[in-house]
C-alpha cells in the first residue's frame, strides 16, 4: 500500500537493481524502457502506471503500478474462474472481453507499437473484471521493422518471429489467435514445443466437446457464436504463413458480429 494523494492505495512493485552481469544490465534498460512507455500512454485496457523511482548511478528502478487481483492464465485454466465476475463470464461479457484485447493493440498501433507477447500471464484483471495489458519492457516499432533475439523458446510467438523474422502486425495475429483458443478451450497451450501440432489437432476436431463447460453450460446459441470465433478466426490467426492469417480488422468485424447476434438472440 502506498498514499498517493491522501489516499491508500493498493499497488505491486516491480524491482530491478543492476549488479555485474549482463543479464542484470539488459533486464534494468528493459525497466527503463517500460517506465518510458507507460508514461506516454493511456488506455483503459492498459495497467495503470502509479509512481516510480529510478537512479542509473545506482542501477535502481522500482515501478508502482496498480494492484490486478487475477491472471489471464487462471481464465484458461480454473474450470469455474472469477465467479464473482459475473458479467465476464456471461456469453456476452466473454466477447467484450476479446473486443478489449484488440482495442489495446489498435491504440498501440496508432502509435506505432506492436505487443507481441500475448501470453497469458501478461494480461491481468483488476478487481471488478476489468481486463488489463501488462509488461511494457519488449515493444516492437511498426516502422521500421526489426528482430527479436532469443525468441527460439518464446512458443507464443508466431513461427517466423521464434525463428528470428521480423516482427509484424499478421505476426502479432498469431498470438492474438492462441488466446482466444486457450480461452475458449481452457487449454494451456503457450509453453508447448508442440504448440503447432496441437493447435491444428483441435482445428480438425468437432469443436463442441472441445469447448470449456461454462460456455457449453450458455445453450445452443452460444455454442454455435463461439465455434464461430474458433473457425473464422482464431484458427486462422495460427496459420503457419502470415499472409494466410486474418488481420486485426477481420477479427473485429467477426466479434462485432457475433455481439450483434447475441443482442439479437438473447438480449438482456
Known sequence: MIRIQGVQKKV??????SV???????LFESLFKEVRQLLQLEHKGIVTLIGHEKNRTE???????????????????????????????????????????LDV?????????????LKGSNLMFNEEGDLK????????????????SGAIQCYHLAPEIR???VVTKRGQMYGVGLLMIEVLLSKYLENRKDIQYLIELARGSQQQP???????????????????????????CCCIKPEDRPSIKAVKECLEEVMEDIDLYEPD
Open 12 to 17: 505491486v512493485a516491480k524491482v530491478r537493481k
Open 20 to 26: 555485474t552481469n549482463q543479464t542484470d544490465d539488459q
Open 59 to 101: 542501477k535502481l528502478v522500482i515501478l508502482y503500478l496498480e494492484y490486478l487481483s487475477h491472471s489471464f492464465k487462471e481464465l484458461i485454466l480454473d474450470s469455474q474462474p472469477f465467479e464473482r465476475f459475473h458479467y465476464l463470464l456471461s456469453v456476452r461479457g466473454f466477447t467484450d472481453m476479446l473486443m478489449c484485447i
Open 105 to 117: 493493440l489498435e491504440y498501440l498501433h496508432e502509435r506505432n507499437i506492436l505487443y507481441i507477447d
Open 133 to 148: 495489458f501488462i509488461d511494457f519492457g519488449s515493444l516492437f516499432e511498426i516502422e521500421p521493422e526489426s528482430k527479436p
Open 163 to 165: 525463428a528470428g523474422g
Open 210 to 236: 472441445l469447448l470449456r463447460g461454462f460456455v457449453i453450460k450458455w445453450g445452443e446459441f452460444a455454442v454455435e457464436q463461439y465455434i464461430k470465433i474458433l473457425k473464422d478466426v482464431a484458427y486462422p
